[in-house]
C-alpha cells in the first residue's frame, strides 16, 4: 500500500468533496493547511480524540501546516453533536481551566517544535470579536429548514426535548472558524460532519476557497457507547501506566478488533492476523487483550512503565493477590480529613468529582474500612493504607 493510500484509506471514514480530489491536491504537492478543533468540555484528551490527532500526525510528518484549535468561545455553549438533551454550558474560566495543559498532552501526538511544528489556536480570537453586523450576515447563510433537517435535531423534535437557539447557532459559529483561518481541510470524527460541512459552504461563501473535510471513525468508550467525557467511559493519554492498562483489560472482548484497529500502530497485516486468532480461538482472548494493551500503552508512556503495569495486573487480577501500594511520603499527618481530600492530597484522583464518583460506588477504602460517605473523615498516618478498587493503592510515609 502507498503511504498516498494508506494516508486516505487507514482510519478514514469519509472524504468530501471525494477521496480522489483530495489525492490530486496532495499529489500537486502543495502545502495544505490543516486542522482539527477541541472541545474544552473536560481537562483531558481521550484515545477517541486521539484517533483523529494520529491522523493529523501522518500529515504533519508529510509537512502540512498543522492547526490545534481550542473551542474556547464555543465551548462555552457546547456543541449538541450526539446529544439528546441540551448540554451544560461551560463558564470562560472553566474553559480556559480545562484547556490549560491540552498543549502538554497533545504533544504526545503532534510535534510542536522541530522544523514543522504544529500551531494551537484558539477561537475566542475572532468570534469574540465579532461586530453584529457580520455576525447577521454570516448566520443569513443558512435558512432554519437547513439546520432542522441535522438528525440530532429532529430526534429531539420527535421525543419533544427542547431545542434552544444556541445549539442552532453553533455550528454556523464552528464553521466560521474555516473562514477566519482560511484553511485548506478539517479533521474530525464522523459526529462532527455537519458542523464542518457548514464550514466548508461558509469559506466558499465568503472565500471562494474549496475546504477538503476528513472524518475518522468513532471509537466506542469502555461501555460499547460512543467514547466521550460526558458518559465517562474515557481512557484519557493522561491516565497514568496502571490506570490506563486496568481500563484497557476492563474492555470486552467484541471492542477488541475495534480498538487496535484505531489505536494502534499495528500494519493492516499483524491486525488481520489478531482478528483471526480470536475469531478462531487460537490464542487465549486474555493473551490478545494484553497485546493491545502493550501496543496502546507505549504510544504514551514508556515501555517498561507498561509491562511494569501489566504485570501488577496479572499479580492482582489474576493471582488474586493484593496490590502492590505506592509510597506516598507526607511531611505531617492529615487529621479529620474528608476521604475526598485524602484522595486528592495523595495523588489518586485528579479531582474531587472523581473522587466522589469512586466514593459513591463503593471503590475506597481507607485502613480497610470501606468508605460510606464523601463526608466520612479520616486520621491518615505513617502506614495508613489508602484503596481504590482492586488495583491500586497509596502507603503513607511520614517524613520527619
Same mark, same amino acid.
Given at each position: ?38 472541545? &474544552? ?62 498543549? !502538554? ?111 475518522? &471513525? ?78 496502546? #500503552? ?13 504485570? !501488577? ?48 460506588? #463503593? ?38
Amino acid at each position: 500500500m502507498s503511504e498516498l493510500t494508506s494516508l486516505l484509506d487507514h482510519n478514514v471514514e469519509n472524504i468530501y468533496p471525494s477521496k480522489e480530489s483530495l489525492k490530486l491536491r496532495l499529489k500537486s504537492d502543495s502545502r495544505l493547511k490543516i486542522y482539527i478543533g477541541i472541545d &474544552p468540555s473536560s481537562p483531558n484528551i481521550h484515545l477517541g480524540n486521539a484517533v483523529a490527532l494520529w491522523k493529523l500526525r501522518e500529515f504533519q510528518n508529510l509537512g502540512h501546516e498543522i492547526i490545534l484549535l481550542i473551542g474556547d468561545f464555543t465551548g462555552t455553549i457546547g456543541d449538541p453533536s450526539g446529544r439528546d438533551v441540551t448540554r451544560k454550558p461551560l463558564s470562560f474560566s472553566e474553559i480556559l481551566g480545562n484547556s490549560k495543559k491540552y498543549k !502538554e498532552q497533545a504533544s504526545k501526538i503532534l510535534s510542536f517544535d522541530g522544523k514543522n511544528p504544529a500551531e494551537i489556536r484558539y477561537n475566542s480570537k475572532w468570534l469574540g470579536k465579532l461586530e453584529l453586523w457580520d455576525f447577521m450576515k454570516i448566520v443569513s447563510s443558512f435558512t432554519i429548514g437547513q439546520l432542522i433537517e441535522r438528525d440530532l435535531f429532529q430526534r429531539r423534535m420527535n421525543e419533544e426535548k427542547p431545542i434552544f437557539l444556541n445549539e442552532f447557532l453553533y455550528p454556523i459559529l464552528q464553521g466560521y472558524d474555516s473562514v477566519a483561518m482560511e484553511v485548506d481541510m478539517e479533521v474530525g470524527g464522523t459526529d462532527q460532519t455537519f458542523n464542518m460541512l457548514i464550514g466548508r459552504d461558509l469559506l466558499k461563501r465568503f472565500k471562494g476557497k474549496e475546504k477538503f473535510v476528513l472524518t475518522v &471513525p468513532l471509537l466506542p468508550g469502555l461501555d460499547g457507547r460512543k467514547m466521550s467525557k460526558s458518559f465517562k467511559n474515557t481512557v484519557e493519554i493522561t491516565d497514568d501506566p496502571h490506570n490506563m492498562v486496568v481500563k484497557l483489560m476492563s474492555l470486552g472482548d467484541s471492542l477488541m478488533s475495534v480498538y487496535f484497529r484505531l489505536c494502534t500502530k499495528l500494519s493492516k497485516e499483524e491486525i488481520q492476523k489478531v482478528e483471526l486468532d480470536l475469531k478462531e480461538g487460537i490464542k487465549n482472548p486474555m493473551e490478545i487483550k494484553k497485546l493491545l494493551a502493550k501496543k496502546i #500503552g507505549v504510544l504514551y508512556h514508556r515501555e517498561e512503565e507498561i509491562e511494569a503495569a501489566l504485570k !501488577e495486573f496479572e499479580r492482582v487480577a489474576q493471582k488474586g493477590e493484593p496490590p502492590k501500594p505506592a509510597v506516598k511520603p507526607l511531611s505531617s499527618k492529615l487529621i479529620q480529613k474528608s476521604a475526598v481530600d485524602i484522595l486528592l492530597i495523595l495523588g489518586m484522583v485528579k479531582s474531587k468529582s472523581e473522587a466522589r464518583r469512586l466514593i459513591e460506588q #463503593g471503590g475506597v477504602s481507607i485502613n480497610s474500612r470501606k468508605v460510606i460517605s464523601t463526608e466520612d473523615k479520616f486520621d491518615i498516618e505513617k502506614g495508613s493504607l489508602v484503596q481504590i478498587g482492586r488495583f491500586k493503592a497509596v502507603l503513607v510515609k511520614i517524613e520527619t
